[in-house]
């Protein structure tokens, strides 16, 4: 059974820094490429990065460029988002997903994610 | 960047059909994908390459596409298909973008 589980989150201050994990079960991780997908409270879903499968190209959506770093370690099956600067419309959960390019078929399975709460 | 742009909702008796509609520039050159979020929980994958449906999601729903537009049709509508579906597609860097979501209600 696939399974992916976030972990990381929490309450953090405006201007600091967070890192996710999201530890992947259940298929072969080396072979997937992954997401990470935000949620604020109550609205809809934004996309956060991604990263190949063994971590050498990463992509960043313009909002989180130069603060945000996704990385992988395929030994131990998880991806991680490293989380600097961190701004209050930031809160939300973050979900990691799991995308197979080569047959282009989208998300097809996420994680239930965790929460991530920046305020003062 | 490019946006997805989605009615924020669509209302439809059970039994109807109800069509969800996601209008962009790159969809005419990028696959378009489907999700469905029930509150309180992830997003489930409902359609991939504009078109295919993954095992385990029922014929009822299903996807079309015509130049910048992309469809979700969902036919005989059920109680449990009440909830937020959203667009999603990749430019050719790779960038994603989701659509703003559309809020299906089941009168």
């Known amino acids: 059974e696939v399974q992916l589980l976030e972990s990381g989150g929490g309450l953090v201050q405006p201007g600091g820094s967070l890192r996710l994990s999201c530890a992947a079960s259940?298929?072969?991780?080396?072979?997937?490429?992954m997401h990470w997908v935000r949620q604020a409270p109550g609205k809809g879903l934004v996309w956060v990065s991604r990263i190949n499968t063994n971590g050498g190209s990463t992509t960043y959506a313009d909002s989180v460029k130069g603060r945000f770093t996704i990385s992988r370690d395929n030994a131990k099956n998880t991806v991680y988002l490293q989380m600097n600067s961190l701004r209050v419309e930031e809160t939300g959960i973050y979900y990691c997903?799991?995308?197979?390019?080569?047959?282009?078929?989208?998300?097809?399975?996420w994680g239930r994610g965790t929460l991530v709460t920046v305020s003062s | 960047s490019y946006e997805l742009t989605q009615p924020p909702s669509v209302s439809v008796s059970p039994g109807q059909t109800a069509r969800i509609t996601c209008s962009g520039d790159a969809l005419p050159k990028q696959y378009a994908y489907w999700y469905q979020q029930q509150p309180g929980q992830a997003p489930v994958l409902l359609i991939f390459?504009?078109?295919q449906r993954p095992s385990g999601i029922p014929e009822r729903f299903s996807g079309s596409t015509s130049g910048t537009t992309v469809t979700l049709t969902i036919s005989g509508v059920q109680a449990e298909d009440e909830g937020d579906y959203y667009c999603q597609t990749a430019d050719s860097s790779a960038t994603w973008v989701f659509g703003g979501g559309t809020k299906l209600t089941v009168l």
């Open positions: 997903a799991r995308n197979d390019e080569t047959k282009k078929r989208g998300l097809d399975y």
């Open positions: 259940g298929f072969t991780f080396s072979d997937f490429l």
């Open positions: 390459k504009d078109i």
